[in-house]
């Protein structure tokens, strides 16, 4: 099975901290994807990587950036944290080809305080 | 620009009822992807509808999608307490090859 590990389950920050969020994906994927998830709203792309040291914007990249310096490992960082960046962080990745269907993490609740 | 909409947002519903969620997008795509995420959790693919016409089932669950009409349905039969969890769908955006989110549909299944 695929597993996508996200490093934290829950995290608690204070506003203007720097937050690293890890996520590691062990069926050799292409695709790796940051999400955010806010009740109502569904997901929303962040940033995503379609290889190793590439990255794209998603439909919400203010405020984060993200590192993919090995093709297993993406990392979401929020520079400065504000109390607007309180969410559920979903990390997900996919195949190059094929479905094209998403495998996700089991999610980081942020708390910015 | 793809956009999908899923109705109804919430839905509370009695134990052995059938109920049908629906999922219309905007613009052309011809894949659908349907998940299931239970309270705290994380996502958990369900179904993969990757031409029109087609049709999915797993125990109580059946997908189904019309990319003319560009509607995809989540058909439940019978329901049961385990089936409690919000659903969504994606629908696939060619040009950008991403995936464009529902709100999601909050299901409630009361014994």
């Known amino acids: 099975d695929v597993k996508v590990t996200q490093s934290s389950r829950y995290l608690v920050k204070r506003t203007g901290e720097k937050v690293f969020l890890e996520c590691v994906q062990d069926?050799?994927?292409?695709?790796m994807f940051w999400y955010r998830q806010d009740p109502g709203l569904g997901l929303r792309l962040i940033y995503f990587s379609y290889d190793v040291k590439m990255k794209e914007k998603g439909d919400i990249p203010e405020g984060y950036s993200v590192s993919r310096e090995k093709k297993e490992r993406f990392s979401l960082i929020l520079e400065s944290a504000s109390t607007n960046q309180t969410s559920m962080y979903l990390c997900?990745?996919?195949?190059?080809?094929?479905?094209?269907?998403?495998?996700f993490g089991s999610g980081t609740q942020l708390s910015v305080l | 620009e793809l956009k999908v909409e899923q109705n109804p947002l919430f839905l509370s519903m009695q134990e052995g009822k059938n109920y049908t969620i629906y999922c219309n997008y905007s613009?052309?795509?011809?894949?659908l992807y349907w998940y299931r995420q239970d309270p705290g959790k994380s996502l958990e693919s369900l179904f993969v509808?990757?031409?029109n016409g087609a049709v999915k089932q797993e125990g109580r669950l059946m997908a189904s999608l019309d990319t003319k009409a560009r509607l995809s349905t989540l058909h439940i039969t019978a329901a049961v307490h385990d089936l409690s969890a919000t659903y969504f769908c994606?629908?696939?955006?060619?040009?950008?090859?991403?995936?464009?989110w529902g709100a999601g549909t909050k299901l409630i299944i009361k014994p």
């Open positions: 997900a990745s996919r195949t190059g080809t094929g479905s094209q269907k998403l495998f």
């Open positions: 613009t052309t795509s011809d894949r």
């Open positions: 994606a629908a696939y955006m060619d040009s950008n090859y991403q995936l464009i």
């Open positions: 069926m050799d994927h292409e695709n």
């Open positions: 509808l990757l031409s």
